[in-house]
């Protein structure tokens, strides 16, 4: 084939659109035939792919060929209903639909002018969110690709405000050493947040948790008051609401007090469990949070909408601006003055039109629908974790206050953590490659050490009791 010098002809398009629709809908339709764990190994994909790159023009039907017999079958089916291990997602339909709409549009929406509409729904679906989560007037909203990007915003805004936007001019040169605060079980991304600051390891202290893996508040008062004896500057407090590990939430509304005594700034990492304040039934998850500086929450995790998505939820937009904003020439426009330019509140200039998927799903569900969603994956993880209670060789290892839960086996006479451990690592590799289920694990903090788990993760939507008992079936089966 000749050197194309043209892009797609609109009837082109037209019909490979409809068969690649038509594949995605057979995709959805038939993604429990496939398994959960992609069964390839290490460099198999690498292997059927040209070391060069294309020189002449290739067909379509070949490079579908191509995604259909390479890439899929080299992929973890993340939209399968039987997709437990880290927290499950959903690419629902409407976020699909969105999806294709956001690249035809192609939409960058740097300054206001990229993308009216973009901008003013980015603002809306936001404040949406905050109205479905309960949290009120005052919070502005920002969306990212993911929540590690917001936190480190958001961080960047508490520096910025701790140091009265001194480093934003000189850097950390001249300022005391900087200290934030989160639990020892917060997200790595908080972690990697205060590195990508430059406030090193050392910046972050880690705040002793109780035996249900929430932020100990004594613990951290004491911190606090012996880091500013020591002539460390405190800059921010980090609370979660469902951790990675336990999805254990920090006491927010006591937290939240210590930081306007220290007058710190206090950002709620609520990438997970946000979303369950959605249901009023659990409103009460985000207590406390209305008094944050920020929050984050992902809808790519679990509000039905394809990844990736996260928003941050911030009562202080001004000193995101202040510490991040810069306006060239090439970029100043006339509406600068009269309206938000989203270029000025996060690390990227370009970004992707992604408030369209979200008020898809937002609209196609309704508030009702994803309430409802979120109540069934709470109650089908409360429904597995009392068969494993009620098994005489399992146990449930630590509370399971959202829709997570974890759980080992305890093979008959065994004592030794270090064989149990194994046991149960032969029992995740086992039920994976079985390709019906996937889990994942963690380790479980714990006094005496830490325990290693398994973990189940209920948050697909089309995820039905049939698909946990499938679950429950093997894993007895491959512990024996
Ligand atoms: N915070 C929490 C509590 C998480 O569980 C995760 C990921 O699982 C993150 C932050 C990071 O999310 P992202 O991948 O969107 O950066």
């Known amino acids: 084939m000749n050197a194309r010098i043209s892009d797609m002809h609109p009837d082109e398009l037209r019909r490979h659109g409809r068969e690649v629709a038509e594949w995605v809908a057979e995709f959805v339709d038939t993604v429990e035939q496939r398994p959960v764990l992609a069964r390839v190994r290490p460099g198999e994909v690498s292997d059927a792919l040209p070391k060069s790159p294309p020189q002449a023009a290739e067909s379509m039907e070949q490079i579908l060929e191509d995604f259909r017999e390479i890439i899929v079958p080299g992929l973890t ?6 997709f437990h291990a880290w927290f499950a997602n959903t690419g629902s339909g409407p976020g699909i639909l969105a999806e294709t709409l956001t690249a035809a549009l192609n939409n960058n929406a740097m300054v206001w002018r ?8 980015e603002d809306r679906v936001c404040d949406w969110l905050r109205q479905m989560v309960g949290l009120p007037d005052g ?11 917001n936190s480190i915003t958001a961080l960047a805004a508490a520096r910025h405000r701790a140091t009265d936007g001194a480093v934003r001019e000189k850097g950390l040169r001249g300022v005391a050493p900087m200290r934030v605060y989160c639990s020892a079980e917060a997200h790595m991304s908080i972690d990697r947040a205060v590195i990508l600051l430059g406030l090193g390891q050392e910046g972050l202290r880690k705040i002793e948790c109780t035996d249900d893996h929430r932020m100990r508040v004594d ?37 939240a007090e210590v930081a306007a005594q220290e007058q710190l700034w206090l950002h709620v990492d609520a990438a997970y469990g946000g979303a369950m304040a959605v249901s009023p039934r659990y409103r009460e998850v985000l207590a406390g949070a209305d008094r944050a500086d920020s929050i984050v929450i992902n809808p790519h995790k679990w509000l039905f909408v394809p990844m990736d998505c996260s928003i941050l939820l911030c009562r202080d937009m001004p000193s995101i601006r202040q510490s991040l904003s810069l306006v060239p020439p090439y970029l100043m426009t006339p509406e600068n003055r009269t309206t938000r330019q989203l270029m000025d509140y996060g ?27 979120i109540e069934k994956h709470v109650q089908l993880a409360a429904e597995f974790a009392s068969w494993v209670e009620a098994a005489p060789d399992w146990e449930v290892v630590a509370p399971h206050p959202m829709s997570t839960v974890l759980y080992r086996h305890l093979p008959a006479g065994v004592q030794d953590e270090q064989a149990i451990q194994a046991d149960n690592e032969k029992i995740l590799e086992q039920v994976n490659l079985r390709g019906r289920s996937m889990i994942s694990q963690t380790v479980v903090n714990r006094p005496a050490g830490g325990l290693w788990a398994l973990r189940c993760a209920v948050g697909n939507a089309r995820t039905e009791r ?11 089966e491959v512990a024996g």
Do not use: C
């Open 77 to 82: 089916q993340w939209n399968h209903p039987g």
């Open 466 to 476: 049939r698909h946990l008992e499938q679950l429950w079936q093997d894993l007895q």
């Open 219 to 255: 613990a951290l008062r004491a911190a606090i008051k012996e880091d500013r004896a020591a002539g460390i500057l405190p800059m921010a407090i980090v609370a979660t609401v469902g951790t990675t590990s336990t999805t254990s939430i920090d006491p927010v509304p006591a937290i």
């Open 347 to 373: 690390p990227a200039l370009g970004r992707r039109f992604r408030a369209l998927k979200l008020w898809f799903a937002m609209r196609w569900f309704g508030q009702e629908g994803m309430a409802a969603l």
């Open 114 to 121: 990229g993308g009216p509409a973009a901008t003013e729904l």
């Open 139 to 149: 919070f502005e909203g920002h969306i990212e690709d993911t929540a590690s990007l």
